[in-house]
């Protein structure tokens, strides 16, 4: 297995976010995502404002209630950029495991976890 | 750009060991690669005999003078797997620029820093 990170001129899309807004998109919650996966609220909300700065659009968008009080949900934007991170991720995985042996021959693939 | 990270059960090998097994042979001592990378000499140690037990092979044969006085060289195992390592993240960064745009189409292409 390989971990996929994109960079334009900084990191701007890997694991982190795109764990993070699925998890908005289950719950509802950036609070509630941030908490599932152990991370502080304020570190959230940062990552999530620097993604945004980077690719230049909104991925989130609250719901009733102001910043503390309502819910959240992904944008249109947010939604297609996940699935072809996703989609992505996939196809690189396979052409990782295509291309492992040609140049680590005799050693076992790495796990497809 | 993509960051090649592999993994079997664990991380296994990523930059990180990389840059750091290209700066012993560079420098021909652990003490002084860990040094230019900002890493504690006892961190670095660390890595290095992690990584030897994931691989399940010596990456480093320290010369005379035992674990503190001498320099340290790359054993023929660690030349090999850092030279496949890295024809391996060329070959899976030009997979990743050219499968790009079938996934993010109208989006630039990410940076091959």
């Given at each position: 297995m390989?971990?996929?990170q994109?960079?334009t001129d900084d990191k701007?899309?890997g694991p ?10 289950e ?5 509630a995502?941030?908490q599932s996966m152990?991370?502080?609220?304020s ?11 980077s ?9 009733t209630?102001g910043?503390?009080?309502?819910g959240?949900?992904l ?7 996940l699935?072809?991170?996703?989609a992505y991720?996939?196809?690189?995985n396979e052409?990782a ?9 005799g050693s076992g693939?790495p796990?497809?976890q």
């Amino acid at each position: 297995m390989v971990r996929i990170q994109l960079y334009t001129d900084d990191k701007c899309f890997g694991p982190g976010i795109a764990q993070l807004l699925e998890l908005v998109a289950e719950r509802k919650s950036l609070r509630a995502a941030a908490q599932s996966m152990g991370m502080a609220y304020s570190k959230a909300w940062t990552v999530v404002r620097r993604c945004e700065e980077s690719l230049g659009y909104p991925l989130l968008l609250s719901s009733t209630g102001g910043r503390h009080g309502g819910g959240a949900e992904l944008t249109d934007e947010a939604r297609a950029m996940l699935a072809g991170y996703r989609a992505y991720c996939r196809a690189l995985n396979e052409a990782a495991e295509r291309l492992f042996p040609d140049y680590f021959p005799g050693s076992g693939n790495p796990d497809g976890q």
